[in-house]
Every structure is written in C-alpha cells, then in structure tokens.
C-alpha cells in the first residue's frame, strides 16, 4: 500500500475546500457571461455580486473588490495604475511584486526581517508614494507591523499596499488601502483572486469588466469557490494541538545546532516556519524529504525551482551556511497532528539527531 502523501508546502499546494468545490460546480451548471443582458447573464451576475459582498463581509473590508486572475495580475494592476508618485518595495516581497514594478525603490529589512521603519520614514518623504509590504512573509511566516507602517505613509500623504497572500482567511486584514487576496491560499481554487481597494479613485480604471477596472470575462466558477472557501475559513485557522510537535522539533533543532528562524524574527506567526538543518543542504533536504513522501520547499514556491539560496535570507543578513540548509515549512487548514509528527519524526533522522 502507497502511503499517502503529506503536504507541508501549503503557501503553495493548499488543496480545495469541499464547500469550494461544491460552489464552482453551482457556477459551472449556471454559467452564463455576467456581462450578457439575458436572463442567464442576470443570474449570472446577480451570483457575481452576491459573492463579491460575502467576501467583503467575510474579510470585513468595507472598501471595494475587484476580482482578478490571482495575486499576481493584482500586484500588477496596483503598482502599475495606481494613482501614486513613487513606487518603494520591501526587499523581501514576492518575485510578483518585485517584477509588477522593477523600477521601484528598494526598503531594507532588519535582521529579523521587520521593515527598516526609519529608512521608511525618509523614504516616503516624497510626492504621494505607494508603498508596497507583504503582511505575513512566505518565505518565514514573520508577520510587519503594518499598523505602523501605515501611519508613516498615510502621514506623508502616501498609500499603502498589502500583500495579504499569505494571511488573508487566516487572521484580519491590516490597515491598508489595498490588499492582495488569492483565493488558493485559503483553500480556494487557483486561478482566481483579487484587488481590494478602499476606493476606485486609487486606481486607474483599465476598461471592460468589473465596473471598468478589469478586462476580461469574470470567472464566475472561481469566484464562487472564492467565496466558500473564505467562509469555510476556521478561527483559529490553526489549532494548537496540531502545531505542538513543532515546538518540541523547535527545542531539538536548537539542541543539535540546527537554526529554527522563528527565533530571530520580530513577529513569527504559526502559519510558516523556516528551518536550518546544521548538517544538509536545503536542496538535499527537499529530495529526501520528497523520497519520504512528504512535501517541503526550498523558499517561495515561485522562486524555489532555481534552486539558489533564498534572496529572502540574504536580505536578513542570515549567514549564508544557514541559509542555504533552510527549507520552508507550512500548515494548512486540513494539516493534521499525525502529519506533523511523521515530519518531525524524518527532520531528526535526516539530522542524523
């Protein structure tokens, strides 16, 4: 009998929701082009907007919602129609955000990968900036403290844009005047996502679809699933009883002279860690952990396949023989205890502890 697979790579492979599911199956058996004048395209667009209003009340956003292709296509159409002066990136953010807006600034992070708030400070010192930071990192699970970076923008007339990938259907929205959403991070389908903005007057409007801002026929299946899958969210989105095998890895990796990089971070949440093995590459790591049937990843999912050692890290200033022996590991909403514990079981083997 083949032993069934575990997946601890969910910033990257969170399976579909059961209500996800069942709600794309009611928008393939009722799909019409919400754009249409029939009565179809009614019903089609009636679903459209009742979805668009429970994921505002489910994220409790009362600003507006537009669909997209997923956090990439909203990362694109906020750094590059927003209606903004400059663009200023942390240097930890997502490939996507990085390549939406190449000429952006680049904002240092400290070692314990928090944002530089006084380099920020001078950095927003400038016409109407827009000011782009990830709420929870994918590469470590630390969480910025966007409360107060939102102060400094908004203080110099600025504005502020989250990337809540990550967090989003797991923990409230920060202060912010957009947000990116993707709905298979929450165990939504992929394909789908969004630009939540507190008012159209940020954004340039681009034409066609949703209400202007976005061409392209809405994927109604998707948003559906979308839909479901946020309202299916838990709270708390992880129990304790699940994360507790980590803690105990936590205080054995420490005892062999592994790196457990929540340690070092200013604020870690439980929804991804990063851990250095002190006695294997994170490349090798990844392959045997695969052998054994388990799921890992080497960084973001999106970067991971070049096998390079993590920009993240470089930007901590992490040493580089601990970060090149860090591989990432993250919880989903279907994680159970006993595929945690058969994780930490083949940690401290591979680590020879």
């Known amino acids: ?29 009722l799909w019409a082009n919400p754009s249409s004048p029939h009565a179809e395209g009614r019903k089609a667009r009636s679903l459209l907007e009742d979805a668009r209003e429970r994921v505002k009340a489910r994220l409790d956003w009362s600003g507006e919602v537009i669909f997209t292709s997923g956090a990439s296509e909203a990362a694109i159409m906020a750094l590059r129609h927003a209606k903004a002066g400059a663009r200023l990136v942390s240097t930890v953010e997502h490939d996507c955000l990085l390549q939406a807006a190449p000429e952006a600034e680049r904002l240092p992070v400290r070692s314990d990968g928090a944002l530089d708030l006084d380099v920020l400070i001078e950095a927003v010192e400038r016409e109407r900036p827009l000011v782009a930071v990830q709420h929870v990192n994918s590469e470590t699970g630390n969480r910025q403290a966007l409360p107060a970076v939102a102060d400094i923008v908004r203080n110099a007339g600025g504005l502020l844009l989250a990337d809540c990938a990550q967090s989003a259907g797991k923990m409230m929205l920060p202060p912010c005047d957009m947000a990116i959403v993707s709905a298979h991070k929450f165990g939504g389908p992929i394909g789908v996502g969004a630009l939540l903005v507190t008012d159209y007057a940020l954004i340039e409007p681009l034409g066609g679809q949703e209400r202007g801002y976005r061409r392209g026929t809405e994927n109604l299946p998707g948003v559906l699933g979308m839909a479901a899958a946020l309202e299916a969210c838990g709270d708390p989105h992880l129990t304790p009883d699940v994360l507790e095998p980590l803690d105990a890895l936590a205080r054995e990796c420490r005892k062999i002279g592994g790196t457990w990089l929540s340690d070092s971070l200013a604020e870690p ?15 090798a790591q990844v392959m045997r952990f695969d052998m054994a049937g388990i799921a890992v990843s080497q960084g973001s999912a999106c970067s991971s396949g070049t096998m390079k050692t993590s920009r993240v890290l470089e930007a901590m200033q992490v040493q580089p023989e601990i970060a090149s022996n860090t591989i990432r590991v993250s919880i989903g909403w279907n994680t159970s205890r006993e595929e945690v514990e058969r994780f930490c079981e083949v940690w401290l083997d591979l680590a020879g502890a």
């Open 1 to 29: 009998m083949i032993p069934k697979r575990i997946y601890l790579d969910h910033a990257a492979t969170t399976p579909l929701r059961p209500e996800a599911r069942a709600a794309m199956d009611e928008g393939f058996a």
């Open 269 to 283: 949440t439980p929804l991804i860690r990063a851990i250095a093995m002190p006695s294997m590459s994170a490349t």
